[in-house]
């Protein structure tokens, strides 16, 4: 029998795995369900910003991030001809406490999950539904067994079970900007910043990796289709400014390299219901616009800890919903904000972008250098470390 007083983390990515361990610093065990025994390692590569940096600090892991993946200084803005429409000083706005990383998804799942302790309490499980009860919620699992647990957690992702069962079906839906991508990873034909190409049909984000590898995310704009054919990656990018083209001939000569996937957004309006909630994509997901996906989970994570580690349980999920509600809004806000622009006449976007592009920077990642557990705190300067 489990105890009332054990907390169920349903989903073994980058929330779930930020969960466990932020409980863990605060002295609750959690155990995690999740499909397969290890954890997820797929997804390529991650761009961190400066507050998913600083949330991995506060998870103890700054110095194992400094050993992953490349630090990004600066980020580009360009035309599809290439041209300059705005640039970022990365370093200057978040500091060196905070500078943004982009590392292997594998690895930073890796990094969340370097505890054997933790990886003890999970266990290879699929959750079928999830049931409120007096004091916590029943659990039942695909092998017919349920448990009682004093807290669930939902950390399942944009299909999460738990939110299914407990709040309804309420709020999936495709992107604005695009309803699909494609993502590759190909060697670095000496790509140095963060720097995305914008035409008529499609946008193509290029990252480096490290010094041999750089990562690609290419969607549509206005909603566009995005084929599963990987043919459509020429036709859309064939006449973008060099690299794009050459990047894109390596990966379409390596199709076992190409990953195309929906992009689906969760716009719910209830996060908590008694003792049970969502964090991460399973209550957020959001287009990956300003990369806050990992960050806002891990952000999650963090206050959720903090508030179970303060007392009672029972009223934790309204807390959370107070603390957090705000801060993926301002995300949600800002992502549409972009997603319009982006869906603009070429030569009208080209023509704003230069001035609302650096106002839409700093309007976006400004609020997100404060610290989201010590609220006043920049988070620059280690607020969460």
Known sequence: MVADDSVLVVGGGIAGLA?????????????IAERSAAPATGGLAINLPGNAVSALAALGLRDGLERLGRPIRRREYRSMRGRLLFAVDEDAFWGPEARPRCVRRSDLIALLDDDSEASALREASTVESVRLTQPGAEVAFDDGRTEPHGFVVGADGVRSVVRATVFGHEGVRPAM?????????????????????????????????????VYGYASATSGGSVDADPTWLHTTFRHFAAPVPEVLDIALRHPESLYHSPVAEVRTSVWARGRCVLIGDAAH???????????????????????????????????????RRDRV??????????????????WLRDLVTPLMGPKSYRATYGPLRLSPVDDGSPAGRGACG
Do not use: C, K
């Open 285 to 323: 997901a959001t287009a990956p616009v300003w990369a806050q996906g990992a960050a806002l989970a891990m952000e999650d994570a963090l206050v959720l800890a903090d508030l179970l580690a303060d007392g009672s349980w029972d009223g934790v999920g309204a807390r959370y919903e107070d603390r």
């Open 177 to 213: 900007l695009s309803a699909a991508s494609w993502r590759f990873m190909v060697p670095n034909p000496g790509i140095d910043n963060w720097t995305a190409w914008t035409g008529p049909a499609g946008v193509i984000l290029l990252i480096p990796v490290d010094g041999n590898a």
């Open 329 to 346: 809004t301002h995300i949600q806000a800002m992502t549409d904000r972009f997603s319009r622009i982006a869906a603009m006449p070429p």
């Open 19 to 31: 969960l466990s361990r932020a409980l863990r610093q605060r002295g609750i065990p959690a155990a």
